[in-house]
């Protein structure tokens, strides 16, 4: 069975940082790519980030130079580091993993930037 599990969301200051982490079983992870979605209450889902199976990465113009994703092949596992957070980023956020024929989607984690 294809699983994709995120964790590290919270609530979290202003300013402050998190890293979300996401563990796939059941896929051949490093011929994936892998990214982020977030999607906040009344808004439509927005990509966040992207890794590709070389490591080439992408990110939303809402989140360049504070996100930073990476993935450790070894552990089956993609991350998703915040840095200066601010409330805007307030959303669940999902981890996917991607082939040209086949997306799998994580359940989501809660992420709540308010002082």
């Known amino acids: 069975q294809v699983q994709l599990v995120e964790s590290g969301g919270g609530l979290v200051q202003p300013g402050g940082s998190l890293r979300l982490s996401c563990a796939a079983s059941g896929i051949i992870f490093s011929i994936y790519h892998m990214g982020w979605f977030r999607q906040a209450p009344g808004k439509q889902r927005e990509l966040v980030a992207i890794?590709?199976?070389?490591?080439?990465?992408n990110f939303a113009d809402s989140v360049k130079g504070r996100f930073t994703v990476s993935r450790d092949n070894a552990k089956n596992t993609v991350y998703l580091q915040m840095n200066s957070l601010i409330p805007e980023d307030t959303a669940v956020y999902y981890c996917?993993?991607?082939?040209?024929?086949?997306?799998?989607w994580g359940q989501g984690t809660q992420v709540t930037v308010s002082s």
């Open positions: 890794i590709t199976s070389d490591g080439t990465t």
């Open positions: 996917t993993a991607r082939r040209p024929r086949m997306d799998y």
